[in-house]
Nanobody, 119 residues
Framework: QVQLVESGGGLVQPGGSLRLSCAVSGSIVSTYYMGWWRQAPTKERELVARISDKGVTAYADSVRDRFTISRDTARNTVTLQMNNLKSEDTAVYSC?????????????WGQGTQVTVSS
């Protein structure tokens, strides 16, 4: 049974940075496409970044050039570095394995981590 544990969220001022981490147990992150999603209040969950099994990354237009997804194979974690944060980045962020054809999440969701961008 795969388990996902996200951490690193918090309250940050506009223009600030946060680094989110996703610890995966029960599977190996380097084997699959992995991604970070976010869900803001009253909005649908959206995929904001993904990384392929070969390390190729892709980003939603809204976060490109500000967010960076990476993978630590030794720790079996997936990280999302978020810079120049904006109020519209406020959401619960979650990681998961990505279906590379549909961009749908595959595993059961973890609890996510709350990111709040506010002055």
């Amino acid at each position: 049974q795969v388990q996902l544990v996200e951490s690193g969220g918090g309250l940050v001022q506009p223009g600030g940075s946060l680094r989110l981490s996703c610890a995966v147990s029960g599977s190996i992150v380097s084997t699959y496409y992995m991604g970070w999603w976010r869900q803001a209040p009253t909005k649908e969950r959206e995929l904001v970044a993904r990384i392929s099994d070969k390390g190729v990354t892709a980003y939603a237009d809204s976060v490109r050039d500000r967010f960076t997804i990476s993978r630590d194979t030794a720790r079996n974690t997936v990280t999302l570095q978020m810079n120049n944060l904006k109020s519209e980045d406020t959401a619960v962020y979650s990681c998961n394995r990505v279906n590379p054809y549909s961009n749908d999440a595959i595993w059961p969701w973890g609890q996510g981590t709350q990111v709040t961008v506010s002055s």
